[in-house]
Structures are given as structure tokens and as C-alpha cells.
């Protein structure tokens, strides 16, 4: 019998391919097979046309659409990051998605700056958040 993947997928099992690929440093989401639109977050059936959703592997390129520097958090998990930077980020594939910006000056972030997903280790697990492309940090 093969070992498992030992990840908490909590109730979503939905997510589970999207992890999976996360702690491969791959960019997975959801696409619907009947009317081909992108998905996320992850779920049982497309919100469009309730289809079939299958994930394809993306770019993991985007632009920010919005942002917020962090200052300060009520989260105790998120206390030692501040300053950071919460962002929208739209796909290239269309899907917008709520994450953090890896950067080490907040204040060099703009509206509409391209970026793309990188991964990171934060308290054992890997998880996906975005850079600005062709920035020095």
C-alpha cells in the first residue's frame, strides 16, 4: 500500500489536487470541462454552468489588483511578518485570489505590477504567494 500524503485538507477535499501541487512548488487550479472558464477557490462543480472542474496546471503569473500594507495584525500567526503586504492578484487565466506579496520593501509594491507565485515554507507547510516579477529583493 502506498504512504499517503500527510496534509490537513480540513472539509475541502475539493483542494486536495491544489496542495498537492503546492508541496510540488506547482501552480494547480480548477478549470470547468464544459464550459472551459478557470477556476478559484477550489470546489465540487463550476460556478458558471455547474460542469465537471479538472485541474490544470497555470502560469502562476497575475497582476495585483489591489493591495493593503499590513502594519499591524490581530492574528497572532501573522504578527512576527509585519510589515506585509495583502493583495489581490489576478491569473493571467482570469481567477482572482486573495494572498500575500513576498517582498521585502511593502512600499515598492503598485497597483497593476506583475507578479508570479513562489512558495514558501510558514510554520511546516508550503504555501503559495506571489513576487513582482523582475524585482530585486
Not at 37 to 49: E, L, T
Request: with cysteine.
Amino acid at each position: 500500500m502506498a504512504e499517503e500524503t500527510k496534509i490537513d485538507y480540513g472539509i475541502f477535499q475539493e483542494a486536495k489536487e491544489f496542495w498537492e501541487g503546492v508541496e510540488r512548488s506547482e501552480f494547480f487550479i480548477q478549470r470547468c470541462q464544459d464550459c472551459g472558464q478557470y477556476i478559484f477557490y477550489p470546489r465540487a462543480h463550476c460556478p458558471h454552468d455547474m460542469g465537471s472542474l479538472n485541474y490544470e496546471r497555470v502560469s502562476g503569473n497575475g497582476r495585483i489588483l489591489t493591495y493593503s500594507i499590513v502594519i499591524r495584525t490581530g492574528d497572532p500567526q501573522f504578527t512576527n511578518l509585519t510589515p506585509f503586504v495583502a493583495a489581490v492578484v489576478k491569473l493571467e487565466e482570469g481567477p482572482t485570489l486573495y494572498t500575500r506579496i513576498d517582498v521585502e520593501d511593502p512600499y515598492s509594491i503598485t497597483f497593476n505590477q506583475e507578479v508570479e507565485v513562489v512558495f514558501k515554507e510558514q510554520e511546516g507547510r508550503k504555501i503559495p504567494l506571489f513576487k513582482p516579477v523582475n524585482h530585486v529583493s
